[in-house]
């Protein structure tokens, strides 16, 4: 309890020395913790990122059946790698690599850009708990986990499903802690839709939704 109590300490300490020495209004104070997460979780995937191939695990997520004459062939033949296989993020994938003719390594900073967007929805969730600088900070966290720096580079629906999870997470908190406001109905509505997008790109992303 004595170290819990001294990180809260820190924390404010902090937050009133960031308050001393830059003097930004609150849009503007957003707009550049919004900038520096970006640049920051960009800046770390790129400097994991591995020369441009297709990992193994990677082939058997779509990229080994990306000659399949149309979409619905390709979804079948995926759905037999196991029952998690969801449809939206390789209906993504198949219409961006097939159609639009881009190569898997161009299409993998769709991954990079999901990935950039969690932390973002990370900072908003933490804003409604905590002061923004702090929010900030905090954010920061998980973009330096080796985890979720590896899934931000796969040719795989994990980084699109962290996406939502964050957008569905910040949403549910935000109704939760507006209960009065009037654009409550449009943020539930806003929570159902991002809800089943999750539930499309990975169906074990189920227990989210319904928790």
């Not at 994991?48 to 149309?70: C, H, M, R, T, V």
């Not at 979720?148 to 939502?164: D, E, G, K, N, T």
Request: hydrophobic share 55%.
């Amino acid at each position: 309890m004595k170290k819990l109590f001294n990180y809260g300490i820190s924390a404010i300490n902090l937050n009133s020395m960031k308050d001393r020495f830059f003097s930004l209004n609150i849009r503007t104070e957003s707009a550049l913790h919004y900038l520096l997460i970006s640049l920051i979780t960009l800046i770390l995937i790129l400097l994991l990122k591995q020369k441009p191939s297709i990992w193994f695990d990677e082939y058997f997520w779509g990229i080994a059946y990306q000659d399949a004459p149309n979409l619905t062939t390709f979804l079948q033949l995926v759905g037999t790698q196991g029952p998690e296989v969801a449809p939206l993020y390789l209906s993504i994938m198949y219409t961006a690599i097939k159609l639009f003719h881009l190569s898997p390594e161009i299409f993998r900073y769709f991954s990079f850009i999901a990935s950039i967007a969690t932390i973002l929805f990370t900072y908003k969730l933490f804003k409604i708990f905590f002061p923004p600088f702090i929010s900030f900070i905090m954010s920061l966290i998980p973009a330096i986990i080796p985890t979720f720096l590896w899934y931000s580079m796969l040719l795989r629906p994990h980084a699109l499903a962290f996406c939502l999870s964050m957008c569905s997470l910040y949403l549910f908190f935000s109704i939760i802690k507006n209960e009065t406001d009037t654009s409550q109905f449009k943020q539930l509505l806003l929570l159902i839709i991002v809800n089943g997008l999750l539930i499309l790109t990975y169906y074990i992303y189920v227990w989210l939704v319904f928790f």
